[in-house]
């Protein structure tokens, strides 16, 4: 069991013993999620895994969000948003817009980008850098700007 699991068992355990309801679905759901993973691929997830799932889920929610508040539900939108700050507590503090800027920029750096067609080599770059720290789709469109004005 990863570092950041057994934070997350002590997460459940608190949540259980304060009697925080809302909060100890929430994790539970998280831990659920993970151990799907682990059943169905067969192996026991590290940090860097936990993170990936965590930010899938905050990913989902944010989705969810965009969608509620097209349709007018502020209830739907005010539970998501509670639901992401709960993941969010797990996951590496977020990234600096400086910070973000740094490793994009070395990322082109390193690998030479020049156009458009670069954009894969970029994010495999900065990736593993900033899941789970940064909105990955923030990012994307942050390098292909980049890209495209440098072109």
Do not use: C, H, W
């Not at 355990?13 to 169905?40: N, V």
């Amino acid at each position: 069991m990863s570092e950041l699991q057994k934070q997350i068992q002590g997460a459940v355990i608190s949540a259980m013993k304060a009697g925080e309801k809302k909060r100890l679905a929430i994790i539970r759901l998280m831990t659920s999620a993970m151990k799907q993973i682990e059943i169905d691929e067969r192996i026991e997830l590290d940090d860097a895994r936990v993170i990936a799932v965590l930010d899938k889920m905050v990913k989902q929610r944010r989705e969810s969000i965009a969608q509620f508040k097209t349709a007018g539900r502020d209830d739907l939108v005010k539970q998501e948003s509670y639901e992401i700050d709960i993941i969010q507590e797990f996951l590496p503090q977020a990234l600096s817009e400086e910070e973000v800027d740094d490793i994009v920029n070395q990322a082109i750096e390193q690998t030479g980008a020049a156009s458009i067609k670069d954009m894969g080599k970029v994010m495999g770059l900065v990736k593993p850098q900033i899941i789970g720290r940064a909105d990955m789709g923030e990012i994307s469109g942050r390098i292909k700007s980049l890209l495209t004005t440098s072109a």
